[in-house]
């Protein structure tokens, strides 16, 4: 028999691939779910027994939680990316981690064929099909859902004609939890006006008041919350997360341009993403020279946008990447902030590596880098091209 791995989470969609591609084109599957930090243990196992139940052939969970971290979350941080200046990419560049481990695993089975339940609607198609067919680029790809334009009611009729019970009822708001974050989609998403009700959100309100948190970087990099440390940061921000979370924080609606050229909005809770985004970008202001700002600015929101639209495996990207971790040489230091219900204030910073220090003048005030005759010669010497060409037009 021909083998496929399919991409497996659990839902309908691939519940039917499960069915269709072992009765109707006679594969052997082999199913491989990808947790980026999303799935809880008990839900894993849970996964693990409905895909053996359903009739695959072997089942794998592969844990890419920190890989994620480490290929993409972390120079998302070094780079400050929120996309549309809102967004920082929770979903989008999570399926990247989980389309790279997939097609790991095809080599690793040895696969002739690779699966995943993909709808013919968003931007999650292009970005499987573009990693397999660069990492994989002999495998087939099948795509039943997408190339059957299956409909839901449909998929359940099928299960059911396989004596599959079938307990998928639609909910009201579709979830997608990550480390970095997590996508809610529901009515009021689907027009240009509306804001997700209270109730849609998967973290309540349950803090009130005011709360400190003091952030630790280490070269870019969050390793601690207040007096505690962590192996990786991975478990700081899940931990930065259990703090911020219950505040509901990092709420809002991104609307941006699809891969497929068309307009979406969608809801997202990111309460630690946000704040060691805004965290570190607040620490770097005060440890990185100017133009290095500037030309961090650019190339982020270049890679933030590249990354969006599934081209990870461009090798512009690993340039990009080596500039962003070169960058943080010196954002080491502790930040200050300040967590109060649906907002948060970044207070201060702290580092060695300030170029705010009092040693050089204090702003607005006095400075003992140079005198007032060097500024008067530098503003001259600075300004001068700018005098010759108002200059040369007003003899013309």
Known sequence: MKKVVLGFSGGLDTSYCVKYLTNEKGYEVHSVIVNTGGFSDE?????????????????????????????????????????????????????????????EYVKEVGADAVAHGSTGAGNDQVR???????????????????????????????????????????????????????????????TSNGMLPEEAWPTQLTKQGEEQVKLTFE???????????????TEAIQYLQTIAGPFAIGRDIHVGDTIIGIKGRVGFEAAAPMVIIKAHHALEKHVLTKWQLTWKDQLAQFYGNWMHEGQIMDPVMRDIEAFLQHTQENVS???????MPYRFQVTGIQSPYDLMSSKFGKYGEMNSGWSGDDVRGFSKIFGNQTMIWHQVKQSI
């Open 333 to 339: 230091g502790e930040v200050f902030v300040t967590l």
């Open 128 to 190: 499987f099909d573009m990693v397999f067919h660069i990492m994989i680029p002999n495998v087939e790809i099948i795509t039943p859902i997408r190339d059957m334009k299956l409909s839901r009611e449909e998929e359940i009729a099928y299960l059911r004609s396989k004596g599959v019970e079938v307990n998928f009822e639609k909910a009201m708001y579709s979830i997608n939890k990550g480390l970095w974050g997590t996508s809610v989609g529901g009515k009021e998403t689907l």
């Open 219 to 233: 070269k870019g990099e969050l390793i601690g919350i207040n007096d505690q440390k962590f192996a990786h940061p």
């Open 43 to 103: 839900e894993l196992q849970e996964i693990e027994k409905r895909a053996y139940n359903l009739g695959v052939k072997s089942h794998k969970t592969v844990n890419a939680v920190r890989s994620y971290y480490d290929g993409v979350i972390k120079y998302l941080i070094f780079g400050n990316v929120l996309k549309n200046n809102t967004y920082p990419l929770s979903v989008s560049a999570e399926r990247m981690s989980q389309a790279l481990a997939i097609a």
